[in-house]
């Protein structure tokens, strides 16, 4: 695997990559390299960014999104699937490029198949009994933590 030109570190979910197609693990990685060319000229920046940051939202939150439903009844998973389409839906042009137009174009038609990928992950995943006990215990907790803030508030 790459590596990051700054750190050297592997890259994760932050993973970024300039018009030349030069490995970033993070923002601050691609700031810090002094050598980039101007890539905010480049035609497909705006929608890179946009879907690298959509997809990097998603992976951060779905399983938390998930527990939602267990915790409040919504959203359901279909309703997730629903909003993955329609991010998909915002790029679709990419699928006809299919990477044939430069880096950016590879790296948005890329995090495409990866949303497409997290729309099966969410669709075949599993509610873990622990882990929501967990978080139900948290919110309980969260819940009591409020109640006890606002009763102090009516004191004073
Ligand atoms: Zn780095």
Redesign the pocket.
């Known amino acids: 695997m790459k590596?990051?030109?700054?750190?050297?570190?592997k890259?994760k979910l932050g993973r970024r990559v300039n018009c030349e197609g030069i490995l970033?693990?993070?923002d601050?990685?691609?700031e810090?390299y002094e050598n980039s060319p101007n890539d905010f000229s480049h035609p497909y920046i705006d929608d890179y960014e946009a879907v690298r940051f959509e997809y990097m939202e998603w992976m951060k939150d779905y399983e938390d999104d998930l527990y939602k439903y267990w915790l409040f009844g919504s959203p359901r998973k279909a309703d997730l699937i629903a909003d993955i389409d329609s991010v998909i839906g915002e790029f679709h042009d990419y699928y006809r490029l299919e990477r044939t137009d430069g880096i950016f174009s590879q790296e948005i038609y890329q995090y495409l198949l990866q949303l497409e990928e997290l729309q099966i992950v969410i669709a075949e995943w599993e509610v873990d009994g622990n882990e929501l006990k967990k978080r139900r215990k948290q919110l309980e907790r969260k819940r009591r933590e409020a109640m006890i803030d606002e009763e102090r508030e009516n004191i004073l």
């Open positions: 590596r990051c030109k700054v750190c050297r570190r890259p970033f693990c993070s601050d990685c691609y810090d």
